[in-house]
């Protein structure tokens, strides 16, 4: 399943993500720092949205209270909540 998530309070525009299951396969962000959410797309990739979740939430940049990796543990949340609704609507 794909998923835009659009970020609040950080420099990346949007993080797009795929995931299978409840793991990701892929994710992509647009904006920000382009060479260290490019390691942290790579990084995530093949774990659970548990583990992405566990090891990125709560992170801050700086004086903000939150950060791309904050972000994509929200966005993978609500991914996966996004996918469980769509699997209830189909099964019912």
Same mark, same amino acid.
């Given at each position: 399943?794909?998923? =835009?998530?659009?970020?609040?309070?950080?420099? @990346?525009?949007? +993080?797009? =993500?795929?995931?299978?299951?409840?793991? +990701?396969?892929?994710?992509?962000?647009?904006? /920000?720092?382009?060479?260290?959410?490019? /390691?942290? !797309? #790579?990084?995530?990739?093949?774990?659970?949205?548990?583990?992405?979740? !566990?090891?990125?939430? /709560? +992170? #801050?940049? /700086?004086?903000? #209270?939150? @950060?791309?990796?904050?972000?994509?543990?929200?966005?993978?949340? #609500?991914?996966?909540?996004? !996918?469980?609704? @769509?699997?209830?609507?189909? !099964?019912?």
């Amino acid at each position: 399943m794909e998923y =835009l998530y659009r970020p609040r309070g950080v420099c @990346s525009r949007s +993080i797009r =993500l795929e995931l299978d299951g409840d793991v +990701i396969r892929s994710v992509q962000f647009e904006g /920000g720092c382009h060479g260290n959410l490019q /390691g942290i !797309a #790579k990084l995530v990739e093949g774990m659970t949205v548990d583990q992405v979740e !566990a090891r990125l939430s /709560g +992170i #801050k940049c /700086g004086m903000r #209270k939150t @950060s791309c990796p904050d972000q994509l543990a929200q966005a993978v949340r #609500k991914a996966a909540e996004q !996918a469980g609704k @769509s699997q209830e609507d189909q !099964a019912g």
